[in-house]
């Protein structure tokens, strides 16, 4: 069993940056691919930005290629969503996500339904 907590939304201006954290409970974070994901009002839940168990391999959705970048620290059980350059387009509730079954392809992590465990959600809004 994973609990996982997102913290660091807020409400940001277009071009800030924001750092969105995810502090899972227990032991065994480190055997867990991660995912982070989003959903706008209105719209479906989308992939944002996923990460290997060991954090080696990470991928990203093209619409922030370049200006997301995510990691995790397995010592502190957390994984980080970095986000620069934002735009009003990423306002959206995000998630962090956890999934027991490693993933080996971009494909792997963008599929939502395939996560075992997720946080409640923490709220981003980009003004213009």
């Known amino acids: 069993q994973v609990q996982l907590v997102e913290s660091g939304g807020g409400l940001v201006q277009a071009g800030d940056s924001l750092r969105l954290s995810c502090a899972a409970s227990g032991r065994t974070f480190s055997t867990y691919a991660m995912g982070w994901f989003r959903q706008a009002p209105g719209k479906e839940r989308e992939f944002v930005a996923g990460i290997s168990r060991s954090g080696d391999s990470t991928y990203f959705a093209d619409s922030v290629k370049g200006r997301f970048t995510i990691s995790r620290d397995n010592a502190k059980n957390t994984v980080y969503l970095q986000m620069n350059s934002l735009k009003p387009e990423d306002t959206a509730i995000y998630y962090c996500?956890?999934?027991?079954?490693?993933?080996?392809?971009?494909?792997?992590?963008?599929?939502?339904?395939?996560?075992?465990?997720w946080g409640q959600g923490t709220q981003v809004t980009v003004s213009s």
């Open positions: 996500a956890a999934k027991a079954i490693p993933c080996i392809s971009r494909t792997c992590y963008t599929r939502w339904n395939d996560y075992d465990y």
